[in-house]
């Protein structure tokens, strides 16, 4: 899985594209770790998934972690570009109330400003 | 016998035995007896010394009290003793003392005390005869017969203390241990506590009658089963048929002899022992047969087999704890299926000995001539059998099958028993398929005349595409309801067909036979197995194959199935949950299942209108069972565990989730829903 990672003020900004499950969690976990503790300034972050296929319980689990990260800094995370079938699953897990789910980049920039 | 009193005998009939006391003393008095018994006995004359020696002292007694009385002129008191001689007359089987205190009750009434005098003298001088030994000699007391031992807890119910005194001595002297009661209530409570064998109860007694007493012990289920003996001087047919409509054990009627008594109370004392026994006995086989039955169970594996080109699934219900069917089913190294059904002739006990025998010499046979005809087999087979069951009429009738899974080639044999049901996927009968040929039951041709059966006794068949074949014992189609229509052939077609179009390719021959349950069909009177294998042919089959269990091939082939359904035709969201289902699932057992690095996961996914099914087979570790350990561990520690997170998916998604462990493999069986997708968007979004 491929991920872009770019911020727009405080905010950093990291697109994934392929799936996020079992496969390439750990990768996944350890590339944003990396970046956004390179980057202090950064608090809330936008994961963008509008080229992503799947998520598995596993990539959940690694959503969960960035979350608690992103809280240390006072910051959110937010989801966007989720396609029906992403959402599906945290529909079934009931996990679409932890996170932030938004429908377009613009408005999670908006509320982020 | 000189100076005894002042009423010489007189003209005592010649019928009356020469050494009855009472035509000694009481000439007037034989007339009055022998007007009130048929025929006069006493059993003084052949009482024991020891018995005799009790009652001598309550005569010694009752003589002394009714002097005090005589001197104080107290009427009260007379006929105090009169009552109880009268009474201990009847117990004691001593008419002669009955009279004695009638006579008394008499002068009594009318300030007699002369009368009263002269026959307390009487009863004195009696008493001075049985305990000088003046009376008969012991040797002729014995009638040459000796009275039986006892032995027991007995009780004894009565208000008159000589009477209570001189039963407990009675039966005490013959071995027994004996309790006294002195009325109804008391009686109750000694018969709760001490449970006494038998229990003797008077039935006129102030307060609690007999009658009463003898109802609520057989009323309390603790209590019921003690023998009750009412005692009784009343006799008319009706007073004893009540008692014996209370429960009464037996009945008694005063005055009664010693050996009359003696012979009803060990009576009763021999049927409640067997009563006893049987009940214990019956107790423990009850627990043995328990035993025997989880143990059979046990033997019989009813989990299902599933198999890239097959589901063979089976169900059991034997009318006992233990039964005379058979059954089983393996699959072969060389990849073919081996099943059969089996019925011993008759139940119970030796039928499930020799079914489990049986199935021993099958299960052998089929594993070690694996290649062979099955005629051979079953020639072996029986050989086996009569060799180690010589009875001729025990035999089990069979229907054995051979199948190769992705031929689809059947070799079956017969032995005398229902012919299978063969259904094509839609349900339909496939009539003509399997022909009627066969041979004998298993172990009834006696061994001179050779082998049972011949190659022209098997069958060979090609079953198509799809086919469900169903194997079963006649328990099944002789069910009958209570009207008494039988399930028969038609019975057990119609609902193994109308299950088919709900369950899709879910064949399940439990739900067969729930369904025919609820019919109304009383499948407990006879064994009932049902053996149903679904062949799949390529058309059945939408994807299959083996792939690595490691990560990479979990998301490959979760992907492949997404891929393999959309091109079914099935909407993108449905398609990606399969594919999250499968993701899921083999995800838990590369995490779980302790496999080596090289290791395969088998999956099979086949499709019906409404739903699809997904197998896998996995040789790892029990992982179902490690999961809930390790998942209710972690769970403890951290509020988001992962792994009861995608076992939640899973069921979330799911119509059906089948588990089960099977010749060390690891199957899991999941059924989901073609509208899944459709049916989780339109829900409505969780208000936070």
Redesign the interface.
Known sequence: MQSEFSKKNTTGIAALSG?L???NVDQFRQEFKTWYENNPELKSVILDFSDV??V???G??VL?GLLKLVSERDGDLKLVGLS??VR??F????T??IFTILDTMDEALDETE | MTDRGDSPPSGAPAALPATSLAATWFGDLVDQLEKQAESYQTDLDIMDPEVLELFAEEIREAVAGLQLSVDQRDEQAVRRYAHTLQGMGGTAGAPEISVVGRELSDAAKQNDFERIATFTRALEGWEREWTTGEAAAPEEKSEGKSMPRLEGKLLVVDDERANRRFLSGLLEERGATVLLAESGEEALDLIRSQRPDVAMVDVMMPGMTGYEVCRRVKEDPETADTAVIMVTAKSTVEDIEHGFELGAFDYIRKPFHSRELIARVQNALQLKFQNDALRQWKERMSRELQVAGALQSGMFNPKPLLGMHYDLRLAYSPSQQIGGDLFDVLELQNGHLFAYVADVAGHGVASALVSTLLKGVISEVARNHISEPLYVLNNLIHTRFRRLIADPEIYATSFMIRVDPSSRRMDALNCGHPLPVLLDREGRVLPDLIPDCGGMPIGMLPPELGDPYTAEDEIHVRLPEGALLFIYTDGLIEARTSEGRECGMEGLIEAISALIPRQGAVHAPEDVLTRLRSQGYELSADDCSLVGLHLLGETDLVGGGKFPAT??G??RN??EIERLLRKSGWD??SA??V??VA??HT?NV?NHGGLPEHARCLYRLTASPSSCQLLFRDTGADWNAANRLRDSARRREDG?S??G??L??IH??CNRVDYFRRDNRNHTFYVIEKSI?HA??S?T??A?
Request: glycine share 8%.
């Open positions: 799936g499950n079992a496969v296929d799947m598995d319980s596993a959940l689990g969960i029906k079938r599906l699953v529909q079934i897990t009931r679409q109330r | 990560a990479e979990a998301d979760a992907a993108e969201e990606a949950m594919r999250l993701m899921e995800m590369v988001s992962e792994c997170r995608g939640s998916m979330r998604l997708g989780l968007l829900e979004p969780d936070s």
